[in-house]
């Protein structure tokens, strides 16, 4: 059984930075794709970025290009997604997903995903 958790939310002000990590355990990931979502209050789940095990493929969505960056440790089954320039429209519970074979953007196509960290940014 696949396990995601998530951990590295918190509070930050506008510009600022975090971190969020999403420990994976189960099976191995070599052909999983991982990616992030996120649901803000009262608006539907959204695909932020994902990334492709075998090759390191990424794909971000345009209102994170530039700011957001996904990353993964083999080693450790880990996922990351560094966080830059945060904006207040970023504020949301951030979701862990991984699915077999493509990259898609619809959460509904992940088979696993985590209990979510929120993420808030003040302005």
């Known amino acids: 059984q696949v396990q995601l958790v998530e951990s590295g939310g918190g509070l930050v002000q506008a510009g600022g930075s975090l971190r969020l990590s999403c420990a994976a355990s189960?099976?191995?990931?070599?052909?999983?794709?991982m990616g992030w979502f996120r649901q803000a209050p009262g608006k539907e789940r959204e695909f932020v970025a994902a990334?492709?095990?075998?090759?390191?493929?990424?794909k971000y969505t345009d209102s994170v290009k530039g700011r957001f960056t996904i990353s993964r440790d083999n080693a450790k089954n880990t996922m990351y997604l560094q966080m830059n320039s945060l904006k207040p429209e970023d504020t949301a519970v951030y979701y862990c997903?991984?699915?077999?074979?493509?990259?898609?953007?619809?959460?509904?196509?992940?088979?696993?995903w985590g209990q979510g960290t929120q993420v808030t940014v003040s302005s």
């Open positions: 990334i492709r095990w075998t090759d390191d493929f990424t």
């Open positions: 997903e991984a699915r077999t074979g493509m990259i898609l953007v619809g959460s509904g196509s992940y088979a696993y």
């Open positions: 189960g099976r191995t990931f070599s052909n999983y794709v």
